[in-house]
């Protein structure tokens, strides 16, 4: 398995509802990430989950929560977000430090913030 | 931190023509130089990737060079077809560093007409 799989890939949700992105690989990846792509504009980091342990945190507001429930698996937990939140939320995983070949991505859940 | 600037933001190229994206890295800690394709509505793609202690790498019609010294490298596309029209993102990563975090550039819009 190559693959990087996120659900789900739309969401549309009030800024009220509370929600949760899931990501999952089978690659032996032991890095995690979160991105967050606007449209023509490139992805940019949120998280970096190494060894099932936050890494980096690049000042994402609290309204995020990412947790990372094993090697496997990635969550991103979504609370009281705002129409300006609405983006592609991309997934991805890797090796770590130095091992492997690069990130490889999700297919990314399009969320809608009304 | 690192920097990545990338040019141009749009390239337009006859079918049949090369077509040369340019990407400058300012932290000479980077060593990992992968190049992404991401069509409209999908995720990133890796295409191609360059280690530090390579300066040239080729797959079929894509290749790409660097240059350590002057923190440059490049994607050449030979042969162009409409189906590598598309978005192109550069990106850096001082891979064995303490972040593995891995840094985009603002992309190119690549329209190949037929």
């Known amino acids: 398995d190559t693959e990087v799989t996120q659900t789900p890939k739309h969401l549309v949700m009030g800024m009220t509802n509370k929600k949760s992105l899931k990501c999952e690989q089978h690659?032996?990846?032991?890095?995690m990430y979160w991105y967050k792509q606007k449209a023509k504009k490139p992805p940019e980091l949120m998280f970096v989950?190494?060894?099932?342990?936050?890494?980096i945190n690049e000042s994402v507001p609290s309204r995020f929560s990412p947790e990372c429930p094993n090697s496997s698996l990635l969550n991103l937990h979504l609370h009281a977000l705002q129409p300006e939140d609405s983006a592609l939320y991309l997934c991805?995983?890797?090796?770590?430090?130095?091992?492997?070949?690069?990130?490889?991505f999700g297919s990314g859940t399009r969320l809608t913030v009304v | 931190g690192e920097n990545v600037e990338q040019h141009p933001s749009t390239l337009s190229v006859q079918e049949g023509d090369s077509a040369v994206i340019k990407c400058t890295y300012s932290?000479?800690?980077?060593?990992?130089f992968p190049w992404y394709k991401q069509e409209l509505g999908k995720r990133p793609q890796l295409i191609i990737d360059?280690?530090?202690?390579?300066g040239e790498k080729k797959d079929q019609r894509i290749a790409v060079t660097l240059n350590k010294t002057a923190k440059h490298f490049s994607l050449h596309i030979t042969e162009t077809q409409p189906e590598d029209s598309a978005v192109y993102f550069c990106?850096?990563?001082?891979?064995?560093?303490?972040?593995?975090?891995?840094?985009f550039g603002t992309g190119t819009l690549l329209a190949v007409q037929p």
């Open positions: 991805a995983s890797s090796q770590w430090r130095g091992q492997g070949n690069g990130y490889t």
């Open positions: 360059i280690r530090s202690n390579v």
């Open positions: 989950y190494s060894y099932e342990k936050l890494s």
């Open positions: 932290d000479s800690a980077s060593n990992y």
């Open positions: 990106a850096a990563l001082p891979y064995g560093g303490a972040t593995n975090k891995l840094i």
């Open positions: 690659m032996g990846h032991r890095a």
